[in-house]
Structures are given as C-alpha cells and as structure tokens.
C-alpha cells in the first residue's frame, strides 16, 4: 500500500500558486518529514489530502483511496493534529477523547490517552482553559485514537516545551513502530531530523528535493567548516586556500585556519598548508548545520 501518492497536483488561489505540479509518494510505514518555509504550500498539500481543498489539476491518492472521492473513509483510518483549530468547548480534555473515541467506534482507554499525551494532571478540567501546549498534546492525543494507519501532524511541536517535543518525537516513534505512517509538516530541522526516514522540501509550492538528511547534505554538497590549527601561519596561507574549488570561505583565527568547504577540497587545504611550511598540529571539521542545508534548498528563505 502507498500511504500518500500525489500526481501532478497543483492549486491556486486566485493569483497565488500555493502547489505547483507536485509529485509525492509516501509508502507505508515511512515516517516522511514535510518542510518548507512559512507559505511555502505545507498547509495546503495537507488540506487536499484530508479533502479540506480540492486540487485545481492533478489527483490525490490517501491509503490508496481517492482522497477527493473518498474522503470519508480517508478520514477514518487517518489521524490529524491540524495546524489551525477553533477553541475547545466546556468539555474536560478527558471527554474530548472519549468523545473521539464514540465517533471514531474505537476502544482506546481515554485514560491512557491523556496519559501518554502528558495531560492527565488536567484530564478533568474544561478544555476551554488549556495553554497552547496542552491544547496541542489534547490534540494529539485525540488524533492517536483508533490506531490510524496514517497521522498527519501538521506543525506539531509548535507551542509545546523541550519535554512535549520529546515526548512527541517519542510518540513518533512508536507510532511508526506500530506500523503507522507518519507524515509530520514543520519548520524546525531538528525536529524532523530526529525523527523522520526522509524529507521533502517545498518551496513557494515546488517540491525541491525529497530525500534522507544524509542525502540531501550530500546533494546541496553544503559539508560544513573545517578548521585546521598550525605551529605558525605563513604569509598568503589565507589566499592560497581561497583559490581551491570547494573552498567557500577562509578566515585566520590566531594559529587556526577556519575554512568553510566541501568535503573533496579537505585533503587539498591540509596539503596547501603542509606545502606552505607549516605543521598541522590539529584538524576538526564539522557537518553543514541544518539551518545551512534549509537555506542552499530553499534560496535562503
Ligand atoms: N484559502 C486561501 N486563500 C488564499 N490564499 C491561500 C489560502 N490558503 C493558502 N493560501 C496561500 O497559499 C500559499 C501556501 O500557503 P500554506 O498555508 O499552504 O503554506 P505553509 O507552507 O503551510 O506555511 P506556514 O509554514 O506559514 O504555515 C501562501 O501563499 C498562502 O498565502
């Protein structure tokens, strides 16, 4: 089974391409992180998969189901944390579950929901009080039951603290272990590094890159900082490291050489600095952050 398959999918609003002929596969048990930055069409793309817009051309596949035509089986076997939603009512955040519960015909323990979600000190209190992270760990709880073959978790961490997003990465985790799909929308690197078999990036509604991390760093050939410390630096060290290909930038920190470059050019600028007279006395490199990776993807967005 293929857990998301989009063909060709484009919408408009009006003047504004939101998507823009996006093709997506996403199989069955993939954890699939979906990034882009702020408008980029993330919302969008989860709208047409739950029918809550309708592509302008193209076709969207749900668990191999027409997501246009059947969305009510769709919505059946898939849970949703949105990244928009109105304010709770009166009901306690344990009566929201049950409430799930009864109209999705399952038999999850409400209990052991609020529990594994983190809010059972405030189960019994009006939902209309939770703070934003609580609203988002009683929407998430609501979006477990039933054991959905898919979840879409648009934005999750948003408003919740380092625990709550460690304790989403873990419900990640062991969703997917059970045997779900997961396919989680966000801003934020980490959180999908951590937690996702591949990415895909949107940008202004085109599907740039879809990918492991590994991968993609190997792709945009963004490999990071490499500094090079020496028991002197000669004259010109610095401009003879700048002409190699692959060596962005050079700058001379004290008896450092700090050089941001691709991985092939590394050997190279260790050699110019043997040839230069120098002796290495330590050589540390680091990976392209992911801040780095977002912006060479995204046109520094
Ligand atoms: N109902 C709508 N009417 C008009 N324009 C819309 C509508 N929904 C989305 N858009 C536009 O489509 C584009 C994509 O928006 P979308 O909400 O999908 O982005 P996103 O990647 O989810 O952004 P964010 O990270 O900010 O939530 C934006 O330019 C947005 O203004």
Do not use: W
């Not at 059972?120 to 009683?138: E, N």
């Not at 020496?230 to 001379?252: C, F, N, Q, W």
């Not at 700090?258 to 050699?271: F, S, T």
């Amino acid at each position: 089974m293929v857990a998301i398959d989009l063909t060709d999918v484009t919408k408009t609003y009006g003047d504004v391409t939101a998507l823009q002929s996006v093709d997506l596969t996403v199989e069955d048990g993939e954890v699939f992180g979906f990034l882009g930055p702020n408008g980029a069409g993330k919302s969008t793309t989860i709208d047409i998969l739950l029918d809550h817009a309708r592509p302008t051309a193209g076709h969207a596949e749900v668990l191999d189901m027409d997501a246009q035509d059947e969305t009510v089986a769709v919505r059946e076997r898939t849970g949703v944390l949105p990244e928009r939603f109105g304010p709770l009512g009166e009901m306690t955040g344990r009566q929201h579950v049950e409430f799930t519960v009864e109209a999705k015909n399952a038999d999850d323990d409400p209990g052991r929901i609020v529990e594994r979600v983190g809010i059972d000190h405030a189960a019994d209190r009006p939902a209309s009080g939770y703070s934003k992270g609580m609203t988002q760990r009683l929407m998430l709880g609501m979006a477990l039951v039933g054991e959905p073959d898919l979840l879409i978790l648009d934005e999750p961490t948003t408003g919740l603290d380092p625990n709550g997003a460690r304790q989403m990465r873990e419900i990640v985790r062991a969703e997917a272990e059970r045997g779900a799909t997961v396919f989680f929308s966000s801003h934020i690197l980490q959180q999908v590094e951590a937690v996702c078999d591949r990415v895909g990036i949107l940008d202004y509604g085109n599907l740039v890159a879809v990918d492991s991390i590994d991968g993609l760093r190997e792709a945009a050939g963004t490999t990071g900082e490499m500094t090079v410390t020496l028991d002197t630096v000669p004259d010109r060290l610095g401009d003879e490291i700048s002409a190699i290909e692959g060596v962005t930038s050079v700058r001379v920190d004290g008896y450092s050489i700090v050089a941001g470059c691709e991985n092939p050019a590394k050997a190279a600028v260790v050699e110019a600095c043997q040839q230069a007279g120098a002796t290495v006395e330590n050589i540390e490199t680091s990976e392209a952050s992911l801040e780095d990776l977002f912006a060479a993807y995204t046109g520094g967005a």
